[in-house]
């Protein structure tokens, strides 16, 4: 079963920028895809980003160009740098692996 846990949320003042990282327990090059998601109170989770285990990448359109996936196979460790955040980007972020496997979030709070 493999394992995921988040880290690096916090709060920031709009526009600024943060590094969430998600450390995977297995090979990460194995995965067929992980993925970020996120979850605002009252709204229904919304996916952010995917990363295959190709390296191929794509970003929903509310976060592309501020929002980056990335990852480290050294440390099996997924990275979701976010850049020019905004109100609109406060919510818990989630990690996931292979569609069913989650993470317990790290949360975001942007406000100034």
């Known amino acids: 079963q493999v394992h995921l846990v988040e880290s690096g949320g916090g709060l920031v003042q709009p526009g600024g920028s943060l590094t969430l990282s998600c450390a995977v327990s297995?090979?990460?090059?194995?995965?067929?895809?992980m993925r970020w998601y996120r979850q605002a109170p009252g709204k229904e989770r919304e996916w952010v980003a995917a990363m295959t285990g190709g390296g191929n990448t794509a970003h929903a359109q509310p976060v592309r160009g501020r929002f980056t996936i990335s990852r480290d196979t050294s440390k099996n460790t997924i990275y979701l740098q976010m850049r020019d955040l905004k109100p609109e980007d406060t919510a818990l972020y989630l990690c996931?692996?292979?569609?069913?496997?989650w993470g317990r979030g790290t949360q975001v709070t942007v406000s100034s």
């Open positions: 297995e090979d990460i090059t194995r995965i067929i895809a």
């Open positions: 996931n692996a292979n569609d069913n496997i």
